[in-house]
């Protein structure tokens, strides 16, 4: 067997556990039949609905520069962004209604 046989058998057997795992985590999106959906990464872990982050609001400082208001989970918190920098500072005092 030479050299060229045995990495063109290494490519082959590559492409086909990559087709493998892309099946794999597409699951029903790329139609699996239903025998297979157990295959799928999404049946093991489906997404959640509700995130604990929300963008409350952002506000362009400049062309580089942002404040953004951020919700994590029941606290607010204030996000700098510059070029060369990113600050949070809590946003205490600061109380905003739940959306939904």
Do not use: D, Y
């Not at 556990?17 to 099946?23: K, R, S």
């Not at 929300?54 to 700098?80: D, M, N, Y």
């Amino acid at each position: 067997m030479n050299a060229f046989q045995m990495t063109g058998e290494l490519a082959v057997a590559l492409v086909l556990i990559g087709a493998i795992l892309l099946v794999a985590a597409k699951g029903a999106a790329v139609g699996l039949p239903a025998r297979f959906a157990s295959l799928s990464v999404r049946a093991h872990f489906p997404r959640q609905r509700r995130t604990r982050m929300e963008l409350v609001e952002k506000l362009p400082l400049g062309p580089q520069h942002s404040l953004f208001l951020v919700r994590l989970g029941t606290s607010l918190v204030l996000i700098a962004t510059s070029p060369g920098a990113c600050q949070l500072k809590p946003a205490e005092g600061l109380t905003i209604p739940e959306t939904e």
